[in-house]
């Protein structure tokens, strides 16, 4: 008969084993991928990822834009800290990405194969903390809402920004507020773009809406309202306001290793 101590000491054993048993879930990474920087100028630029079959290509991309999509932040003005100087200098390099990722991986599993490469080849290394920013809150003007409601309609999955079925955006043009079937919370998102801010809705507004707002960014010599003061003519205002958000903190950066 084993003693007690024996029994005991076997224990670890067995635990041991079975851990061994189940492998730590890898981490999504490209099976294969080259990173080039820009040494010339081009006007085309990529701010989302571009999928063709296994291939993923990001061409002539700011540094800051492809850790914001990689992250998964709204607007990297206000959502990314790059603490030194240097680090600074280093998001605005710009880079054609070619990578392949086999299997038809999701945007989730995307963005974690584009973190990993930062890390790898970029040596990126960041942090989440909380922080109290300047913000402001949407909210419905005086006199009440004067959107108008979108009649029923059928999309081609994939169309426009947001989900298959609606998009909300800004014209090239940087001076009309456009929105196909949007609701509120897509307007919120592209509001936080053009105001560099958190905006926060605060609306209760709900259901989908056809808008499109002219507005002047103040330096362009038109002569329309700002931005918070064109949004009136929806019936919403813009007030300022405070709040503490999350942020994405840069601890380190370098220039990527050559591949």
């Not at 509001?191 to 809406?209: C, E, F, K, S, W």
Request: proline share 5%; aromatic share 8%; glycine share 6%.
């Amino acid at each position: 008969m084993r003693t007690a101590t024996a029994a005991a000491s076997a224990i670890p054993v067995v635990c041991c084993w079975v851990a061994l048993a189940q492998p730590a879930q890898e981490r999504p990474s490209f099976e294969v991928a080259s990173v080039k920087a820009m040494l010339v100028d081009d006007p085309e630029s990529d701010y989302v990822p571009r999928r063709s079959g296994d291939r993923i290509t990001m061409h002539n991309a700011a540094l800051v834009t492809i850790i914001a999509w990689a992250y998964h932040l709204t607007n990297a003005e206000y959502q990314l800290v790059g603490g030194l100087r240097e680090t600074e200098k280093l998001l605005g390099d710009e880079y054609d990405i070619q990578a392949l990722a086999p299997g038809s991986p999701s945007d989730d599993d995307l963005r974690v194969m584009f973190q990993t490469l930062l890390e790898d080849r970029f040596q990126l290394k960041v942090h989440r903390e909380k922080r109290e920013l300047a913000a402001y809150d949407l909210v419905v003007a005086k006199g009440g809402p004067k959107l108008v409601a979108a009649p029923s309609r059928s999309f081609k999955p994939g169309i426009g920004f947001g989900s298959s079925s609606s998009w909300a955006e800004f014209r090239k043009d940087g001076k009309h507020l456009v929105g196909k079937s949007a609701s509120v919370e897509e307007m919120v998102v592209v509001l936080t773009r053009q105001m560099n801010a958190p905006v926060r809705d605060r609306t209760g507004i709900t259901g989908t809406y056809d808008f499109d707002v002219a507005f002047s960014t103040g330096v362009d010599g038109y002569d329309r309202p700002v931005l918070a003061t064109a949004i009136h003519d929806l019936g919403l205002s813009l007030e300022k306001s405070k709040g503490t958000f999350e942020v994405l903190v840069i601890d380190r950066l370098q220039k990527p290793t050559s591949n």
